[in-house]
């Protein structure tokens, strides 16, 4: 097979044949090509683009457009308002006016030139689209959930390693420096042995209602069949995508939409942390129960996994909780953080939780290197299971137990047909 040259080697050659030939012929080479003026070189500079950026995305792009090796080219939505919105914000903070608008995914992902994506839709969307991308030979910085499914959980990680796509789920508290600092008071031992971690949670909400039908826009304005995407059809109605504002939409709580319930919205952050804390990457509890709007799970360690929507000290969003024999550590979004001994403490944290910032370039760096980031899919695998599993156990009303070596549950036919869900043509995969 012939080597293929990448698009950073071929710039590289490109821009050295440039200024090599400059003296027999003056040729002008911009100072972002060079690497001039706080640019990166062309060779380095990563071409992002970025699918479904609204609320969150949007947020997220902010942070993507202050790198100085970032360079963002295109956006796919299927709402025009929303490609027109990301089109204005990136060529303002780029001062360039060459940022294209796609209404399908696909069209973005066939071209060449693009490095990476930010995937930011709905959460039926986020594990289909990250596996197109990475077959299209893209990186992918994914929202969470990343998947709405214990099945798409083992897709995802299974597509992420066959293709060699570097992954970064959305999860970014690990790369928080308060939460950081908590983890590892619980992984080097100085909280003694951790017998119980505490993850936060939204109160579980489940709908399976369809809002009234509505006139359905131009597809150019807002694409509705696109928008459902491999989730099941139902008629428009314009509180599910929000079309017009920037804010929130009403798909979360919607079966066919959410995933776990709600569950993973805030879980999908906390329980991820407690995995870490307890080095738990890679497995997930075997026992899981639910009472009231509590939950419960158990290692195999015998250490108790509790989530739970309220009880906290007050710290800020998405808060944690480690106890240990000689301990405990609570912190939250705020940055502050509450020990049981102040011999424990360290400085407090400068930047909030929901701060993708050192998250953004830790993925940014592993696109260079091709190592790991913190959150990739084989780490998203096992805390998303972990609270799928949960929630599952609250939606069925009994205990159950899950194997994680087949990712099954034991003895239960109804919690494994649970495990997936069927994909609207044409987006099975």
Not at 126 to 131: D, N, Q, R, V
Request: proline share 4%; with cysteine; glycine share 8%.
């Amino acid at each position: 097979m012939s080597e293929q040259v990448s698009r950073r080697k071929f710039l590289t050659n490109s821009i050295a044949s440039v200024v090599l030939t400059t003296v027999a012929s003056p040729v002008l080479v911009s100072a972002r090509a060079l690497g001039r003026d706080g640019f990166a070189p062309a060779s380095e500079t990563v071409l992002l683009g970025g699918i479904g950026i609204n609320h969150r995305g949007g947020y997220d792009l902010g942070f993507f457009l202050n790198q100085p090796d970032v360079r963002f080219v295109a956006v796919a939505d299927v709402a025009k308002s929303r490609r027109e919105r990301v089109k204005k914000q990136a060529e303002e903070a780029q001062n360039t006016g060459d940022v294209a608008m796609y209404r399908d995914f696909r069209e973005l992902l066939d071209r060449q030139d693009v490095d990476a994506v930010l995937s930011a839709p709905g959460d039926r969307w986020h594990a289909h689209m990250a596996i197109y991308a990475a077959r299209a030979g893209k990186d992918v910085y994914s929202e969470k959930p990343c998947a709405i499914t214990i099945e798409l959980c083992r897709k995802l990680a299974e597509t992420m390693k066959f293709y060699g796509a570097v992954f970064q789920g959305g999860t970014q508290r690990r790369n928080v420096r308060n939460f950081r600092r908590a983890c590892e008071l619980a992984r080097s031992g100085q909280l003694g042995d951790i017998r119980e971690v505490h993850a936060s949670i939204y109160y579980l909400r489940n709908r399976t209602d369809w809002l009234p039908g509505q006139q359905e826009p131009d597809p150019e304005v807002f694409d509705w069949d696109l928008w459902l995407g491999p989730a099941p059809w139902r008629p428009y109605n314009e509180a599910y995508a929000n079309i017009g504002s920037a804010s929130w939409s009403d798909w979360r709580g919607y079966y066919d939409f959410d995933s776990g319930f709600r569950h993973l919205d805030w879980g999908a952050h906390t329980v991820d942390l407690c995995q870490w804390a307890l080095g738990a990457d890679g497995t997930v509890p075997v026992k899981y129960w639910a009472e009231g709007d509590k939950m419960f799970a158990l290692y195999e360690n015998g250490v108790k996994l509790t989530m739970r929507p309220d009880g906290w000290l007050g710290l800020g969003t998405c808060p944690v909780r480690f106890e240990g024999t000689k301990g405990w550590v609570e912190t939250g979004d705020s940055g502050k953080t509450i020990l049981s001994d102040d011999s424990l403490r360290a400085a407090e944290s400068d930047i909030e939780g929901t701060n993708p910032r050192d998250h953004i370039r830790d993925f940014l760096d592993c696109v260079k290197t091709r190592r790991q980031p913190t959150c990739n899919a084989d780490v998203i695998r096992s805390s998303h299971i972990a609270c799928h599993v949960s929630a599952l156990s609250w939606y069925l009303g009994r205990e159950l137990t899950f194997d994680p070596k087949t990712e099954s549950f034991v003895d239960d036919e109804e919690a494994n047909r649970l495990r997936s869900r069927a994909d609207r043509a044409p987006w099975t995969l």
